[in-house]
């Protein structure tokens, strides 16, 4: 038998939000529109007390929750410039991933 986490043990997604004063938070979510939602609603991280969050500027799919926490940590860890040579390295349309999902 099957365990039922099988099937979206690879639904994780890590993240960053480009935030109202150019900081940039890092999270991990299994659904990356409705985690964004939070953020915007004031359901999501205490880091969102005192600035917005204006848009995911960088994601990556496929990681199973314990690969999405190492490397949120790993990303975390990056200088805010190491973060944005990530962030304009990648090429796919993050705001189109979001809005289709």
């Known amino acids: 038998m099957k ?5 979206t043990s690879a639904n ?4 960053i939000i480009l935030c109202s004063n150019n900081s940039l938070y890092t999270g991990i979510t299994n659904n990356l529109p409705r ?3 939070q953020h915007c609603s004031a359901r999501g991280a ?4 005192g600035r917005q969050p ?9 990681h199973d929750r314990s690969s999405a926490s190492k490397r949120e940590f790993a990303i975390k860890r990056l200088k805010h410039a ?4 990530l962030i304009t390295s990648t090429t796919n349309n993050i705001e189109a991933d979001i ?3």
């Open 3 to 7: 365990n039922a986490l099988a099937s």
């Open 12 to 15: 994780w997604t890590v993240y």
């Open 35 to 37: 985690r964004f939602n």
């Open 46 to 49: 205490k880091y969102f007390r």
């Open 54 to 62: 204006v848009k995911v500027v960088y994601a990556e799919d496929g």
């Open 82 to 85: 190491e973060k944005l040579l």
């Open 99 to 101: 809005s289709e999902k």
